[in-house]
């Protein structure tokens, strides 16, 4: 069973003269359970592959499946039960002024739970904080704990897929590795399917089995993650960034 | 090795409503003609350090020091007036997002030429060949091109480029750039790296580099302070940060992922409340 | 840096704590915070303490006052205030000195408190929900409600408020009820236009994406995400205009449009005072000098919450 299937992706933003291509005929498969890598520089698109998944990009025109079904327009309810997404900046993406109690629970009961007070105990947990925490507002959070908070956010309906967008690329290296190990964990205790993006080969190679590359809004290269950190690269531009990654890690 | 500023039990106070909170906590460094790092994660102190080097804390945050001196002169004791003339002119600064240190209606070549004659008495005639060879020598193809351009219309990588330029024209002793890579790709990075390092070696300046990244600084410095909660928890030669001793530079160390050891787990960084405590080590 | 682990907490930790027990607790906690800062402002406290102070003058006015501010005493009328010189001396019992018809002023201004909190408090409660529906909803839909919206909008921004406030009194009679509708039509505007640039800005932030990711609907997110975060800019704005209402008001007053002559308005006061104020100072100047008072306390009150409430300023 396939995860997320796409195929011939074009995302574009404007209209006209003004318009400009984000995404081009993008083509990627994650099969259901997989972790899939999308990295490359800023403005080559990966984000907006996410977003495009997610129905916050305007225009688009391809394929996009979810679960072996096309999705909707707009998306439906049981759509965003089945795909959540974890956001770059956890400075961002977390209402400055709802507390994490507010936060989880309009969630869960937007999707119809009931049972409202056991799961937020259960998502808190599930994300490694304690249950001191539920009463606070973001601004009293670290960077790491807010992440923490919006992965349970994106836990709370239980979805199968979770789409990553470079969900540590504003935290510190050490929180980076909690993190990482959280997402490590959650996938194999809840059997998610991910796709992630990051501009950090190390990042990705760490999540995800397969990886594809993108340069200015298109995929030049799919590969094995073996594959990667053995070199084994067929377009220059992968080496390039594999090699300048691997310059700056080795020091 | 000259010293060219050297700092002594640095302290950055914030009072706060539960109490002051202490920023940096007895700092101690000196900088000759090299390239210094200092790294940390966020909350560390260590861009508070660097600003405080040019007395940008803006009050309540107060700075106190036993000696701040560059090249044998006081700096704390100097008036606001006179610290105008060090900053830019002696010490220069590089911030990590070029978008919001440059202007953006003025164009790129006059923004330059202006710093220039602050510290300079040339005529613009003079200033803008300056200013145009000095574009050149960060690299830039078309000087002339961008000379004439605006912030918003260059990358990440050029505007950073510009803002070297504009910093080194004055021909400062010491430059302190804090995360001037942070906000741009991995290729580009290493580019503006290495031009920063042609430049201030080719002029003798010290450089002090804060970043976030244990690896960048130690490809890219001769000596790294590594900061913890407002200290120096240790000081290394760059080029044996793989032999570092402090459990805190080595759970760093630990907690990246590589791409060449594949792992199932990363290490996490366990937190010893003594780090924060210890006295600070002197570099 | 951290508090110690005492038995008990004091009810100050309690609130000044970083980790609420409750959902009741995290709002008091959120709620002292900003009244914490909020004290720090000097001049802000002055500006509250002076709206307290009209809040009980206007609740006690019954009490407070000398003299009916309706009985005329023609006998008595004009006289000075008591501290006037001797060559004119003013008469026990008119403190502030008397009107044209013989009226105790104090106890007109007394009176008047309780229409000038009445007028503010229409206005305050009319103008800025208004505002904020349009500039939400054209702000967070945007396509052509927003255009429709907005260019009424500018529709009544383009008239001169007080000339759109005089032909909306001229049509519907003069009258409080009347002056209030009438500056709360010409008030709204720009608090769509506030709310509308706060909306979209808010619009595209990750936060509202996340709450849409999860299936919720326009109206909810709207009232219950962006409002929030609108309200406190909107609230910012509203004590600063403030002072503008009660001189609308005021000014409605004087133009004998507002409320009618026995009533005892500051703005009408005013407006009686205008005929004697060469040789009768007081008369005009007493209502002039507590709308004055008021106006300012108003405006130290905005310049305060805008620091404590605008969150442009840092989360906390």
């Known amino acids: 069973m396939s995860g997320i299937e796409i195929e011939g992706l074009n995302v574009w933003f404007g209209e006209y003269e003004e318009r400009v291509d984000a995404v081009k005929g ?36 391809g394929k996009i499946e979810i679960l072996d079904k096309p999705v909707e327009n707009p998306r439906g309810r049981d759509f965003y039960r089945a795909v959540q997404m974890v956001f770059q900046d956890p400075y961002a993406s977390l209402h400055p002024r709802h507390s994490v109690d507010q936060v989880l629970s309009e969630t869960l009961s937007l999707h ?102 993108m340069q200015v809004g298109e995929i030049v290269e799919t590969l094995g993650v073996e594959d990667m950190r053995a070199m084994r690269t067929k377009h220059p531009y992968t080496k390039h960034l594999l090699e300048s990654s691997l310059q700056s890690a080795a020091g | 090795m000259s010293k060219l500023l050297e700092v002594e039990n640095l302290w950055v106070k914030f009072p706060t409503r539960t109490g002051v909170f202490d920023a940096v906590r007895g700092v101690s460094f000196s900088l000759g003609q090299e390239r210094l790092g200092i790294v940390g994660e966020s909350g560390s102190g260590k861009s508070m350090t660097g600003r405080a080097i040019l007395r940008l804390i803006r009050p309540p945050g107060m700075v106190t020091a036993d000696k701040m001196e560059l090249e044998g002169v ?109 906000a741009l790709d991995v290729s580009v990075q290493m580019q ?4 920063m390092d042609k430049l201030v070696t080719d002029r003798g300046m010290g450089l002090i580099f804060i970043s976030h990244d244990l690896n960048l600084v130690s490809s890219f410095c001769d000596r790294v302070l590594i900061m913890y909660a407002g200290r120096v928890v240790e000081t290394l030669q760059a080029d044996k940060l793989h032999e570092a001793e402090h459990p805190y530079t080595r759970g760093l160390l630990n907690s990246l992922p590589r791409l060449d050891a594949p792992k199932d787990r990363l290490d996490v960084l366990k937190r010893d409340p003594a780090w924060a405590t210890d006295e600070s080590v002197s570099g | 840096m951290s508090l110690s682990d005492t038995q008990k907490p004091s009810l100050k930790e309690w609130l000044l704590t970083d980790t609420p027990t409750s959902r009741r607790h995290a709002r008091a906690a959120s709620l002292y915070q900003a009244w914490l800062s909020l004290k720090s402002n000097h001049m802000a406290m002055l500006g509250l303490g002076i709206l307290m102070l009209l809040v009980i003058l206007a609740a006690l006015a ?155 609907g326009t109206m909810r997110i709207i009232t219950k995400h962006i409002w929030p975060l609108c309200i406190s800019s909107l609230v910012v704005r509203v004590t600063l205009d403030m002072a503008g209402i009660i001189l609308a008001a005021a000014g409605l007053g004087f133009l004998g449009l507002g409320a009618q002559p026995p009533s005892p308005e500051w703005g009408a006061m005013i407006s009686e005072g205008r005929k004697f104020i060469l040789d009768h100072w007081w008369v005009a100047t007493m209502p002039g000098l507590a709308i004055f008072t008021v106006s300012l306390a108003f405006n130290l009150l905005g310049d305060g919450l805008r620091d404590v409430l605008d969150p442009k300023d840092g989360a906390s």
Not at chain 1, 48 to 60: D, E, K, Q, S
Not at chain 1, 174 to 201: C, F, G, P, W
Not at chain 2, 192 to 195: A, P, R, S
Not at chain 3, 149 to 159: Q, Y
């Open chain 3, 62 to 216: 019954s009490v407070l006052a000398p003299a009916d501010p309706f009985v005329q005493d023609l006998a008595l009328r004009l006289t000075p205030p008591i501290w006037q010189s001797d060559r004119d001396p003013g008469i026990e019992g008119y403190i502030l000195g008397s009107d044209s018809l013989g009226r105790d002023i104090l106890s007109r201004l007394l009176y008047g408190s309780r229409i000038t909190l009445y007028i503010v408090t229409l206005v305050a409660l009319m103008a800025p929900i208004v505002g904020l529906l349009v500039g939400t909803i054209a702000g967070y839909t945007g396509g052509w409600l927003d255009i429709v919206l907005m260019r009424i909008t500018d529709i009544f921004l383009a008239f001169p408020r007080l000339i759109l406030a005089l032909a909306f009194v001229a049509t519907l009679g003069a009258g409080i009820e009347n002056a209030v509708l009438a500056i709360s039509l010409t008030a709204w505007p720009p608090y769509a236009r506030i709310a509308r640039a706060e909306t979209l800005t808010i619009r595209n932030s990750d936060y509202i994406h996340a709450v849409r990711l999860q299936g919720a």
């Open chain 1, 26 to 61: 993008a083509n990627l498969s994650v099969p259901k359970g997989g972790s899939f890598g999308l990295v490359g520089e800023s403005g080559s698109g990966k984000s907006t592959i996410l977003r495009a998944i997610m129905g916050l990009a305007p225009t688009w025109s």
């Open chain 2, 192 to 195: 503006v790296l290495e031009i």
């Open chain 2, 74 to 182: 006081d700096l704390l004791g100097r008036s606001e007036r006179e610290m105008r003339k060090v900053r830019g002119q002696q010490i220069s600064m590089i911030m990590q997002d070029p978008k919001f240190s440059l202007n953006p209606v003025m164009r790129v070549g006059a923004q330059i030429m202006e710093a220039y004659r602050l510290h300079a008495k040339v005529s613009k005639k003079e200033a803008k060949l300056k200013t145009i060879a000095m574009l050149e020598a960060v690299a830039i193809r078309d000087p002339e091109r961008v000379y004439r351009m605006y912030p918003h219309e260059v990358s990440g990588g050029m505007g950073q480029r510009i803002m070297i330029a504009m910093m080194l024209i004055p021909d400062p002793k010491i430059m302190i750039a804090d995360e001037p890579t942070s």
């Open chain 1, 112 to 213: 119809g739970f009931t049972d409202i007070d056991k799961r937020i105990s259960k998502l808190l947990d599930d994300v490694g904080l304690g249950p001191s925490f539920r009463f606070r507002y973001p601004h009293q959070l670290s960077g790491g704990q807010r992440q923490r908070v919006a992965i349970a956010r994106a836990l709370a309906p239980e979805p199968q897929i979770l789409l990553l967008d470079e969900p540590t690329s504003a935290l510190d290296v050490s929180v980076q590795a909690e993190i990482l190990n959280l997402l490590t964990d959650l996938r194999a205790e809840h059997k998610l399917t991910y796709l992630m993006v990051s501009h950090d080969l190390a990042v990705v190679g760490h999540i995800c089995q397969d990886i594809a590359v």
